[in-house]
């Protein structure tokens, strides 16, 4: 699995959009970025994947640049309870079972 | 419908001992995973059972192992127990077929184990 650099905290104003990078620059092709979040006292819980395209659902979107080394993870109206570390994952999605790699996240705090 | 479950939610133990951890799957999962996740640190992989085998195996040593049982429940082992073990150990369940594709894993709450 590729290796990840994510910043080690973030700071947001609570109702702004959270933008939170990864850079992934030793991709393949045909591996996927997964993100999951741990809030704390709690197991992490996923929240998006994707492979080229951008990807949106309930929770958050992900944005890969066109090259596939870098993506962001939004946020778009950041709440209190979004307050979490924040793990971006590259995996390949067949495989190797469900083993997931995770690194050391970013701290996410979200601020009134 | 329950999530994850783990038991116990702390444990304190001391050093050379013995210790098992629980865990039920969330309803129609049959695969288990198994992490370690010390202070300041993500998730490490120890292993993963499916149809009461295990699967795959992380980089820790033999003194931790595991069971599956036929309703798919889950026990973690880890004997002669180090300073080191302290940690929050987190169960992880998804779908049928759980060696391929990507299927959603759900973590448990943890239990978080005390080694003096």
């Known amino acids: 699995d590729a290796k990840t650099t994510q910043p080690p905290s973030m700071d947001c104003a609570e109702g702004r959009a959270a933008n939170l990078p990864c850079n992934h620059s030793?991709?393949?092709?045909?591996?996927?970025v997964y993100w999951y979040r741990q809030i704390h006292s709690q197991g992490p819980q996923y929240i998006i994947h994707g492979l080229k395209n951008n990807e949106t659902n309930e929770m958050a979107s992900l944005i890969i640049t066109e090259d596939r080394k870098s993506s962001t993870l939004i946020l778009p109206h950041a709440t209190l309870r979004d307050t979490a570390v924040y793990y971006c994952i590259v995996r390949l999605p067949t495989g190797g079972g469900n083993k997931l790699t995770f690194g050391t996240g970013t701290q996410l705090k979200v601020e009134l | 419908d329950a999530g994850v479950t783990q038991s116990p939610t702390h444990l304190i133990k001391t050093r050379g001992q013995q210790v098992t951890l629980r865990c039920s799957p969330k309803?129609?999962?049959?695969?288990v995973s198994w992490y370690q996740q010390a202070l300041g640190q993500g998730p490490q992989f120890i292993f993963q059972y499916y149809e009461e085998e295990e699967r795959q195996r992380g980089n820790f040593p033999d003194r931790f192992s595991g069971h599956q049982f036929p309703n798919y429940s889950s026990e973690l082992n880890v004997n002669a127990l180090l300073l080191g073990d302290s940690a929050l150990y987190l169960c992880a369940s998804s779908e049928a077929g759980g060696l391929a594709g990507f299927y959603e894993q759900y973590f448990g709450p943890g239990t978080r184990l005390t080694v003096t």
């Open positions: 309803s129609g999962h049959d695969t």
């Open positions: 030793t991709i393949s092709g045909n591996e996927y």
